[in-house]
């Protein structure tokens, strides 16, 4: 009879874990849980700090007196966004600005929209060195194309017209807002819109239907950026226009300083005005603009 020794199994003994504290159901631990809070509040103090110093002293000028040299904006005066706004024409600045502001917006979601789809969707032998060349287009100045813009735009007589801006402006923004549109229609599975397509819509309407609600967010993210370069750009507005009455109001900020003299109080109620609509835009919509970026940035 063969025997055969059976290995006798020693239990583990178990390693002793230092005691943690009870963690709540659903409750994650964050990683700058682990950090003191002052390593946290203390930079993030220093930046506030740097960020609101300006613009208190852009309130300060535009809401003191004339000629006072004080810290605290009091007794205050309204006089130079009485001046800026009826004197300056800063009131025409305003509508022109926000004509090529939302006429650059729609034509640029609206090309965009009918580019980046044909990005996401379809294949063909140029798409790679099509969107190489978008890509490269970024790394132009906008300075750069001044000279032949304005060659196209006389030969069009379209010189002193905001078409010309907002053309101008739809151009320059189309090669990004392309890519980002693309990002987003990438995400949306095309699985829904073959399953429209079955309930016997065409392309165009499973694209209405199903996926432009879809695009919301991407859409308000693309949108918000043409727009706010178009209020903020300097060059295409100085070069196309030339009349008083069709200058935007970058262009009307730089008029109020001149070689000899700036009027500090003039410029600061200027650039509070100029401010104002686009921090009231992207309070708004600063839930759809961070939700479109994040999803244009990822590939679904």
């Not at 963690?23 to 609101?52: H, S």
């Not at 001044?146 to 739809?170: D, H, K, W, Y």
């Not at 300097?234 to 009307?252: C, E, R």
Request: charged share 15%; proline share 7%.
């Amino acid at each position: 009879m063969i025997t055969k020794d059976i290995d006798t199994v020693v239990p583990a003994v178990p390693v002793p874990v230092a005691d943690e504290p009870p963690q709540r159901p659903g409750e994650r631990r964050r990683a700058w849980d682990e950090a003191p809070r002052w390593q946290i509040y203390v930079p993030l103090g220093i930046y506030l700090l740097f960020t609101l110093i300006p613009f208190y002293w852009i309130l300060l000028f535009a809401l003191r007196k004339p000629g006072s040299t004080s810290l605290v904006p009091w007794p205050m005066t309204f006089e130079h966004f009485e001046k800026v706004w009826n004197e300056r024409s800063f009131g025409t600045y305003f509508e022109n600005s926000v004509y090529v502001g939302v006429a650059t917006l729609f034509m640029t979601t609206l090309v965009a929209l009918a580019g980046g789809y044909a990005l996401a969707r379809f294949d063909f032998k140029i798409k790679r060195a099509f969107m190489l060349a978008l890509l490269c287009s970024q790394f132009v100045p906008g300075a750069l194309l001044l000279v032949p813009l304005f060659q196209i735009f006389a030969e069009l007589q379209m010189i002193n017209s905001l078409g010309s801006v907002i053309i101008a402006e739809t151009v320059f923004q189309l090669p990004l807002s392309m890519i980002l549109i693309s990002g987003f229609i990438r995400n949306v599975p095309y699985s829904l819109e073959e399953a429209a397509w079955v309930d016997g819509c065409n392309r165009f309407t499973g694209f209405r239907v199903v996926v432009l609600p879809l695009l919301r967010p991407g859409l308000i993210a693309v949108g918000s950026f043409a727009f706010v370069h178009s209020w903020n750009h300097f060059l295409f507005a100085l070069m196309f226009l030339s009349n008083q009455d069709k200058q935007t109001i970058p262009v009307g900020l730089n008029s109020l300083m001149s070689a000899d003299s700036v009027d500090l109080g003039a410029l600061a109620a200027g650039g509070i005005i100029a401010a104002v609509p686009v921090v009231i835009v992207f309070a708004f919509i600063q839930k759809w603009l961070i939700t479109g970026f994040s999803a244009g940035a990822v590939k679904g």
